[in-house]
């Protein structure tokens, strides 16, 4: 799998104009660069929709100063694990010691001297880009490199939320290969793990918006979570995925079809505070129960209320 790297960005937060021109203009090369002359505009960028990489962020700033958006930056998810570089005329050990203990990743005093700077910034870059690289992986099952069940145990949970605030439908597609334990007991669990890989593969691709979302679920068991989607909707989905396995055309000789096929039930919940995500999986399990019941390679769509 790749992963692109964008040009890391870089926020520089300091009083002094002169200073965050000086910096900006050093490491414009490198990186993209964010500027912010007091605290409280660092911090909204900070907690913006592009958040940087790195803050290299001024002590001494009136009104708030660099202490203060620290302590704020690590009491939000969103910018906890956003790493600061402390950038001060304070020299004093104290003052190291306290931005350090408050979360700062290193310290910098001024006058600065630029060459220092680089290899600081590129030293705690190579450090984010690495931890952000384990969090995606962490997020994707290391056979299909669809998204795991971790990732979708989160998701449903934010989608949820969202889906009560604003009183939108919440489809679930709940998918297994049929006689899938048939297939690797004949062909071995080398071609077992070659159909898991086709199938989810195929599924994903019938899926287009961003929001949407196919992970597996468990051994040759998927789920799609389709947020604000109606259970007529989700259904055509649900059919399209069936059609599309179908086609990959697998052999499946000890199958009732001669080949792999899937079956699928599909529920849809406008939610409430009362009821739970379980409940909607419990659902659409037991709708896909029913899709094996009658005959495998099936849909079977209800609401869930
Ligand atoms: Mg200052």
């Known amino acids: 799998m790749t992963f692109i790297l964008d040009k890391p960005t870089i926020l520089i937060a300091d009083d002094e104009p002169i200073n965050v021109r000086v910096l900006a203009q050093n490491l414009t090369p490198n990186y993209r660069i964010k500027t912010a002359t007091n605290g409280q505009k660092a911090l909204a960028i900070v907690n913006s929709d592009d958040p940087p990489d790195l803050v290299l962020l001024d002590i ?3 009104d708030m100063d660099g202490y203060q958006v620290l302590v704020a930056m690590r ?8 790493p600061v570089i402390f950038i001060t005329a304070k020299d004093g ?6 931005g350090l203990d408050l979360g700062a990743m290193d310290y910098i005093t001024k006058p600065f ?3 220092v700077v680089n290899a600081r910034v590129k030293n705690q870059i ?12 962490a997020l994707i099952d290391g056979l299909t490199e669809i998204p795991n069940r971790r990732h979708y145990d989160s998701r449903i949970e934010v989608e949820w939320r969202r889906a009560i605030k604003d009183g939108l439908p919440l489809s679930l597609v709940m998918i297994d290969i049929d006689e899938f334990k048939l297939f690797n007991d004949n062909y071995g669990h080398a071609q077992g793990d070659v159909a898991l890989k086709r199938v989810a593969a195929i599924t994903a691709s019938q899926l287009k918006r961003n929001s949407d979302l196919v992970a597996r ?3 040759e068991e998927f789920v799609v979570l389709l947020p604000d989607c109606t259970l007529a909707f989700a259904r055509t989905i649900a059919d399209n995925i069936r059609q599309a396995v179908y086609s990959l055309n697998l052999e499946h000789e000890y199958a009732k079809a001669k080949q792999v096929t899937v079956s699928l039930g599909v529920s849809c919940i406008i939610p409430s505070r009362e009821q739970s995500v379980e409940s909607l999986q419990k659902k659409a399990d037991e709708l896909l129960y029913l899709a094996k019941k009658s005959g495998r390679n099936k849909v079977v769509a209800e609401p869930f209320n």
């Not at 009491?75 to 956003?82: C, R």
């Not at 190579?126 to 992986?137: F, I, N």
């Open 113 to 115: 001297n630029l060459p």
């Open 217 to 219: 679920y468990g051994g």
């Open 126 to 137: 190579a450090l984010k880009q690495k931890t952000d690289l384990l969090e995606k992986l």
């Open 93 to 98: 050990a104290e003052d190291e010691a306290k």
């Open 60 to 62: 001494q700033m009136p």
């Open 75 to 82: 009491q939000q998810d969103s910018s906890k694990n956003i």
